[in-house]
């Protein structure tokens, strides 16, 4: 075969196939919402796909989303609550506790399994073209599938309490926003960065720690001193935590400005993860394959 035969199969079509162009983009872009619908379905697969896996070979399956911040609350409870006497704000200790547990756990495991889930796609990723997004993001749905689970458990705690919810309640899908958003955010940006720097997976479990302290999980955020009140609320966590405890028992500071600046920084960490993300995206191939 001639070299000219060679470029004639290469380039010109048979009669009804066409040609598709595949080229990294450009410039700074945001979330094509569009390409992600039509990827639906691979979305889909990843989450369930993530699902089964971390349940895979266990006794006893998806209650481990339910054991694990349970035993934790007891923790708490016995330690602060009981030991340490810390403040509830008029709530039962355990309760105080699984409120915030549930926000944090679904942010601790979102930081831990999507900042390292490109690296552990590497196969899929170099061989079928996709929006790289759909990885982070299909571990982030598959820990609030956990999230969602872990609700019932707060559900009986409330039922087992007697306490009566409010009308606050109305604003907690705005919180889970937020914690939707500032989770996805922080992925993003940690994700594209671990397939550069492979340093980032040794860097995530001590982060996960020191926000865990800076973050109203075993204490309320009135014991923070006010002077630095708005320094804290640069956690955006601090701010999906005590909005959590607002809308489900009405105490915290949840509309005061620590909600405001947490809204703020959710919102910034969002955008520019997501732009960093799609900046980064025309590398990954070629960083992961080398």
Do not use: C
Request: hydrophobic content about 55%; charged content about 15%.
């Amino acid at each position: 075969m001639t070299g000219d035969s060679v470029t004639d199969d290469l380039t010109v079509p048979s009669e009804g196939e066409r040609i598709f162009w595949i080229r990294p983009t450009t410039g700074w872009h945001f979330l094509d919402l569009r390409e992600l619908w039509a990827y639906r379905e691979l979305i889909y697969f990843l989450t369930w796909r993530d699902i089964k896996v971390r349940y895979k070979q266990t006794l006893i399956g998806v209650a481990w989303s339910l054991l694990q911040p349970l035993a934790m609350m007891v923790v708490f409870t016995l330690f602060f609550g009981r030991l340490a006497k810390i403040p509830s704000e008029g709530i039962p200790y355990p309760l105080f506790a699984f409120a915030a547990l549930l926000p944090w756990q679904f942010f601790s495991r979102t930081l831990t399994e999507s900042s390292r889930s490109l690296v552990l796609d590497q196969r899929l990723i170099t061989k079928v073209y996709f929006p790289r997004i759909i990885v982070p993001l299909a571990s982030t749905l598959a820990a609030l599938v956990d999230f969602l689970i872990a609700s019932l458990l707060l559900i009986a705690l409330i039922l087992f309490y007697g306490i009566a919810l409010g009308p606050h309640l109305m604003v907690l899908p705005f919180f889970i926003l937020l914690m939707l958003a500032t989770a996805m955010g922080l992925t993003f940006w940690l994700s594209a960065l671990n397939v550069e720097y492979r340093d980032v997976m040794y860097i995530v479990p001590f982060l996960n720690q020191f926000l865990l302290f800076i973050t109203p999980v075993v204490y309320p955020s009135s014991m923070i001193p006010s002077r630095w009140r708005l320094l804290y609320a640069l956690n955006p966590m601090a701010g999906v935590v005590e909005g959590f405890r607002w809308s489900l028992f009405g105490v915290g500071d949840a509309l005061r400005p620590l909600l405001l600046i947490s809204t703020l920084m959710a919102s910034v960490l969002l955008v520019t993860g997501a732009i960093w993300f799609r900046r980064m995206e025309r590398t990954f191939v070629d960083v992961i394959g080398s």
